[in-house]
């Protein structure tokens, strides 16, 4: 499954993470490469808990990225 992640760097240079397709699933790291990581775990367990209590599950994403020039 796929989920679309923001990473923003707070005014302590920490890198937090957020799933907004997923409320309230927010994890950090000290690098965005461990920010990304942890809140692949985060979600993981967002998930699994949904599971559990038999709640739906957020659609997979799918995006296209597309280059554009401009003469």
């Known amino acids: 499954m796929r989920y679309r992640v923001l990473i923003e760097q707070d005014e302590d240079g920490i890198f937090v993470a957020e799933c907004p ?3 309230g699933c927010i994890s950090q790291g000290r690098t965005r490469n ?3 990581e942890n ?3 985060a979600i993981k367990g967002y998930i699994e808990s949904l599971k559990k209590h038999n709640e739906p599950i957020p659609p997979s994403i799918e995006e296209e990225i597309i280059e554009v020039t401009i003469d």
Do not use: H
Request: proline letters at 11%; hydrophobic letters at 45%; aromatic letters at 0%.
């Open 21 to 23: 397709s997923l409320p």
């Open 34 to 36: 461990e920010a990304l």
């Open 39 to 41: 809140i692949q775990d």
